[in-house]
């Protein structure tokens, strides 16, 4: 029976996984969701015998049943191959009786690329099953990590070109540079002179600008979004949950059936959600612990129940998750809203025009497997030290936050559970935050100038992803003005 798609916000248009891929949003401005999350259909014992790629199989054909056999076993080859420096991907490694899932061994070295290396193979396929001729163009604003995973998966993928901005003055060195070495004959980089709103409210214009797609209809090309609300992103991200699992049960450190903690690093609310959907398909998990930096809008939620968004923005040194506006958490706020579309639109419109909204105390209580931690700057760096003290393992700054709210939650609750830290991103990305935290003598040297004491300091190879660009050819110096990306744009599909 093959799963349909509906909009959070409007019960009526139901898609396909394929076209729903295509479509990242729903015309209606909603998520797409599965009408009914599935339930896994062999037994996790027998998964804890199969490889990832097979896992991966057995997770995504349950989400994406309009894709053949053939067609999803196909993406899968082409996405987790070795372009991850192991062979299994994703390790779980244990460190003072804690597992972390270490999501950062892919092209770019943070969790991005667990979907991101798939996405450009499933938009391919849903291209081809809907009969579309165009070239798909993605389009994407980054502030960093989505932008290189982005340009890494879709490098070289025919049918496909890929542009991404960049605020030009609000990228770490070492995100500026994996970004403008990037090959790939169809892949665009280019810097603006504005911050990471203006980039994307430049893309967000050109999304909407209908005589913009018209003029690219008659070229034979159309856009398609890269980010995290793409339900192609979401789908290979639940993979590593039943994955984790799976590998815990096959190394006896639980029994079949025992529930385990998760604890992931939050952002958008994307990864966290998959471990939801992991949970709903049928994976014993006691509690998912959602862990945020100085911007705790989500701790607030899941202590008040009001999602308030009107404060300062605070940068801090896990950039990934400094973000007030959580895109997927509509997706929960659906599911406990009782899948009911106008109450998910009410309090979408309120998130718009009041930047807050609040849930009823009985959608509280169904998400009531959702804890809600946070650490502040200090707490995070004295986490990585004494990781770094106790066992030798280096974090980076994202991985850090979780671990340092596992660590106050283990205190607090004596939950004895055993537990899974989801590892988004090598430190070696964030070296001058990571070095420093070690060791205060390392304080504003940049990161480049940092790779080899961290890799001596850590006992770790450094990653290709780090050694290729510290030599690599700048291919991209383009730099525009706000105003100008749509002509950008222009000039680069010939328009
Ligand atoms: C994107 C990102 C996150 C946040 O993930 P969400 O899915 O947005 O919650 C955390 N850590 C790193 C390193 C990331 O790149």
């Given at each position: ?14 898609v396909t996984a394929s076209q729903a891929i295509l479509k990242g949003l729903a015309d209606d401005g909603g ?342 931690g946070w650490a502040d700057e200090e707490k995070t760096a004295v986490e990585i030290k004494t990781v770094y ?107």
């Amino acid at each position: 029976m093959e799963l349909m798609y509906q909009s959070t916000r409007s019960g009526q248009v139901k898609v396909t996984a394929s076209q729903a891929i295509l479509k990242g949003l729903a015309d209606d401005g909603g998520l797409f969701v599965p009408e009914s999350i599935p339930q896994l259909d062999v037994s996790l014992e027998a998964i804890s015998k199969m490889s990832y790629k097979e896992t991966a199989y057995e997770v995504m054909k349950l989400f994406l049943t309009d894709f053949t056999e053939a067609e999803l076993k196909n993406c899968i080859e082409k996405a987790y191959d070795k372009k991850f420096d192991t062979g299994e991907i994703v390790p779980l490694t244990e460190k003072e009786g804690v597992y972390y899932l270490e999501l950062f061994h892919g092209a770019t070295i943070a969790f991005k690329d667990m979907a991101l290396s798939i996405l450009p193979h499933l938009l391919t396929t849903s291209a081809k099953k809907n009969n579309i001729k165009n070239e798909i163009v993605i389009l994407t604003a980054t502030s960093g990590d989505t932008g290189k995973a982005a340009l890494a998966g879709f490098a070289d993928v025919d049918g496909t070109r890929i542009i991404v901005f960049y605020p030009k003055n609000g990228v770490s060195k070492i995100q500026e540079k994996q970004m403008v070495t990037q090959k790939g004959s169809n892949t665009s980089v280019i810097g603006i002179t504005g911050n990471f709103d203006d980039a994307q409210s430049g893309v967000k214009a050109m999304f909407n600008n209908k005589k913009l797609a018209e003029v690219m209809n008659s070229h034979g090309y159309q856009f398609s979004s890269a980010n995290s609300i793409n339900i192609g992103r979401l789908v290979p991200q639940v993979v590593y949950y039943v994955y984790a699992y799976s590998r815990l049960l096959a190394d006896g450190v639980i029994k079949d059936g025992e529930k385990i903690n998760f604890v992931v690093p939050t952002g958008n609310f994307g990864n966290i959600l998959a471990a939801y959907y992991a949970k709903n398909m049928g994976v014993p998990v006691n509690k998912l612990i959602c862990a945020s930096n100085e911007n705790k809008v989500l701790f607030d939620f899941f202590e008040t129940g009001i999602y308030d968004k009107n404060r300062d923005f605070i940068l801090t040194s896990s950039p990934s998750m400094d973000i007030l506006i959580s895109s997927n958490l509509e997706r929960l706020i659906y599911k406990i809203a009782g899948e009911d579309a106008d109450a998910t639109s009410q309090m979408m419109n309120l998130l718009t025009s009041q930047g807050k909204y609040e849930i009823t105390p009985d959608m509280k209580e169904k998400m009531n497997c959702f804890i809600g931690g946070w650490a502040d700057e200090e707490k995070t760096a004295v986490e990585i030290k004494t990781v770094y003290n106790n066992t030798g393992y280096v974090l980076d700054t994202h991985t850090a936050v979780a671990s340092a709210v596992y660590r106050d939650y283990r205190q607090k609750t004596n939950d004895l559970s055993v537990t899974v830290i989801a590892s988004t991103a090598s430190p070696y990305k964030f070296g001058t935050s990571v070095m420093s935290a070690i060791d205060e003598k390392y304080k504003g040297i940049d990161d480049f100038a940092l790779i080899d004491e961290l890799s001596k300091l850590s006992h770790t190879n450094i990653p290709k992803a780090i050694s290729e660009i510290r030599k690599a050819d700048i291919l991209h110096n383009t730099v525009c003005d706000t105003k100008d990306m749509q002509k950008e744009v222009e000039k680069i599909l010939k328009l």
